[in-house]
């Protein structure tokens, strides 16, 4: 290590595999944390699916919750599991004993994993910060939804409403687990051992605050693209693109009725989930031959599709956070199309970096996206404008030396002040505190 940042990083997160948008995250930064000359090891759920780890023999057992394991007994292990997980914190004690790591860097620890994992953190006095890449801390369903309407009933702790509302599925059970979940976290401090929350979006820090998740512990932190090494599109593009999980709250649907009132329109959707089936249908029904749906790609095949559009579009009904799929298409000189929920208008100035409509709003989508097939010359320049954007405000190593200040605070709140002092010195002096 050359002494700018902590010799040993652990980063922890469920899913050690390119999963989502979060572990998507840590393992693009752990990568660069290696390359600028830190130790960085990973703990999480085992799954044959996993990058390789050094302690993984030291992994809590896989579970899958989406769907819930077959069998009573088998869904009371695992809602037991979500609530406190002996495995993962016998798991997690272990490698910290071993590992001997500086500073704990945890993203999604929900579920499969739990808060358990933090108390040999808080025995240890291991700095710990946590990335929140959702809204789970304050709202036991993850995303502010409730039956397909935006809802914030349960910030502020009022995780009962998430029962007496039926939000998981419509299922008073389902949702009973995860009120039960929520309410006996929160009534535990079960977080207390993290020292900073790091949240991507400004909406997003402001709703911890309100939902009162140790508000003078929360950060804004903007996740980052590497602009740099990505190739812009050349000319305007054409057709659109959708990337992303097939799942309700992602209004893949809004965007495929926009597609069908566009009879010269194309879409082609990326990615896969449980709405997949019912998506192809609608497209089936509302836009004939308009809509081509290709699974789940690799990074470079994404890269490729993204670049020939003339915009991707993000037509999320539920408050999305920092969408990496968003600042990928912008740092390609793509537009992108985006309702004007949680984050997204943070990233998207209308009608200069892209466009932001309503959400569930087919007509005023297809409005928008109509614009852009009848204008090429807007797309370009959005797109040109966009990329500017990213280079100027989401670039990695301002990202890693504000995390790198953030480290250091976490530091200073367990009284690792000489770790703490040297991070901090070292951090960009400009990181808010």
């Given at each position: 290590?050359?002494?700018?940042?902590?010799?040993?990083?652990?980063?922890?997160?469920?899913?050690?595999?390119?999963?989502?948008?979060?572990?998507?995250?840590?393992?693009?930064?752990?990568?660069?944390?290696?390359?600028?000359?830190?130790?960085?090891?990973?703990?999480?759920?085992?799954?044959?699916?996993?990058?390789?780890?050094?302690?993984?023999?030291?992994?809590?057992?896989?579970?899958?919750?989406?769907?819930?394991?077959?069998?009573?007994?088998?869904?009371?292990?695992?809602?037991?599991?979500?609530?406190?997980?002996?495995?993962?914190?016998?798991?997690?004690?272990?490698?910290?004993?071993?590992?001997?790591?500086?500073?704990?860097?945890?993203?999604?620890?929900?579920?499969?994993?739990?808060?358990?994992?933090?108390?040999?953190?808080?025995?240890?006095?291991?700095?710990?910060?946590?990335?929140?890449?959702?809204?789970?801390?304050?709202?036991?369903?993850?995303?502010?939804?409730?039956?397909?309407?935006?809802?914030?009933?349960?910030?502020?702790?009022?995780?009962?409403?998430?029962?007496?509302?039926?939000?998981?599925?419509?299922?008073?059970?389902?949702?009973?687990?995860?009120?039960?979940?929520?309410?006996?976290?929160?009534?535990?401090?079960?977080?207390?051992?993290?020292?900073?929350?790091?949240?991507?979006?400004?909406?997003?820090?402001?709703?911890?605050?309100?939902?009162?998740?140790?508000?003078?512990?929360?950060?804004?932190?903007?996740?980052?693209?590497?602009?740099?090494?990505?190739?812009?599109r050349c000319g305007p593009g054409s057709g659109f693109v959708s990337i992303g999980r097939l799942s309700d709250e992602k209004g893949v649907d809004t965007a495929i009725e926009a597609i069908g009132l566009l009879p010269?329109?194309?879409?082609?959707?990326?990615?896969?989930?449980?709405?997949?089936?019912?998506?192809?249908?609608?497209?089936?029904?509302?836009?004939?031959?308009?809509?081509?749906?290709?699974?789940?790609?690799?990074?470079?095949?994404?890269?490729?599709?993204?670049?020939?559009?003339?915009?991707?579009?993000?037509?999320?009904?539920?408050?999305?956070?920092?969408?990496?799929?968003?600042?990928?298409?912008?740092?390609?000189?793509?537009?992108?199309?985006?309702?004007?929920?949680?984050?997204?208008?943070?990233?998207?100035?209308?009608?200069?970096?892209?466009?932001?409509?309503?959400?569930?709003?087919?007509?005023?989508?297809?409005?928008?996206?109509?614009?852009?097939?009848?204008?090429?010359?807007?797309?370009?320049?959005?797109?040109?404008?966009?990329?500017?954007?990213?280079?100027?405000?989401?670039?990695?190593?301002?990202?890693?030396?504000?995390?790198?200040?953030?480290?250091?605070?976490?530091?200073?709140?367990?009284?690792?002040?000489?770790?703490?002092?040297?991070?901090?010195?070292?951090?960009?002096?400009?990181?808010?505190?």
């Amino acid at each position: 290590m050359t002494g700018v940042r902590p010799a040993r990083i652990l980063h922890v997160d469920k899913f050690l595999r390119r999963a989502g948008g979060a572990s998507v995250y840590m393992l693009d930064l752990a990568s660069r944390q290696e390359r600028d000359g830190a130790r960085v090891e990973f703990f999480a759920m085992q799954d044959e699916s996993n990058v390789t780890a050094t302690y993984s023999e030291f992994f809590p057992p896989y579970v899958s919750l989406d769907p819930p394991p077959p069998g009573f007994r088998d869904r009371l292990v695992a809602a037991g599991r979500m609530v406190y997980s002996r495995s993962a914190a016998r798991g997690m004690a272990e490698v910290v004993e071993r590992f001997q790591p500086d500073v704990v860097h945890l993203h999604n620890i929900y579920h499969q994993l739990s808060p358990s994992i933090l108390q040999p953190l808080a025995r240890g006095r291991v700095p710990a910060v946590m990335t929140v890449h959702d809204y789970k801390l304050i709202c036991p369903t993850y995303h502010l939804l409730c039956h397909g309407a935006l809802c914030d009933a349960c910030v502020g702790g009022k995780v009962w409403e998430a029962t007496r509302r039926r939000c998981q599925g419509g299922s008073l059970a389902a949702s009973a687990v995860l009120s039960i979940e929520s309410g006996l976290h929160r009534w535990l401090k079960a977080y207390a051992p993290v020292q900073r929350f790091i949240a991507p979006s400004v909406f997003l820090a402001d709703q911890l605050r309100r939902g009162g998740v140790f508000p003078d512990r929360v950060r804004q932190l903007n996740n980052y693209v590497d602009a740099s090494q990505t190739v812009p599109r050349c000319g305007p593009g054409s057709g659109f693109v959708s990337i992303g999980r097939l799942s309700d709250e992602k209004g893949v649907d809004t965007a495929i009725e926009a597609i069908g009132l566009l009879p010269d329109a194309r879409l082609t959707v990326a990615g896969d989930g449980p709405e997949r089936s019912s998506l192809e249908s609608l497209a089936e029904r509302v836009a004939p031959g308009q809509v081509t749906f290709v699974g789940h790609i690799d990074g470079r095949a994404v890269g490729e599709l993204v670049r020939n559009a003339r915009a991707v579009i993000a037509a999320s009904r539920c408050h999305e956070n920092m969408p990496l799929a968003v600042l990928d298409a912008m740092a390609a000189a793509v537009p992108p199309v985006v309702s004007g929920l949680g984050g997204l208008p943070e990233l998207v100035e209308d009608s200069v970096t892209g466009l932001v409509v309503p959400h569930d709003d087919p007509a005023a989508l297809a409005r928008g996206l109509g614009e852009l097939q009848a204008d090429p010359g807007a797309s370009q320049r959005m797109g040109e404008a966009a990329r500017a954007k990213v280079l100027a405000a989401f670039d990695a190593s301002t990202h890693q030396r504000r995390l790198l200040g953030y480290y250091g605070e976490a530091a200073a709140c367990v009284g690792r002040h000489e770790l703490a002092a040297t991070l901090q010195d070292r951090a960009d002096p400009g990181t808010p505190r």
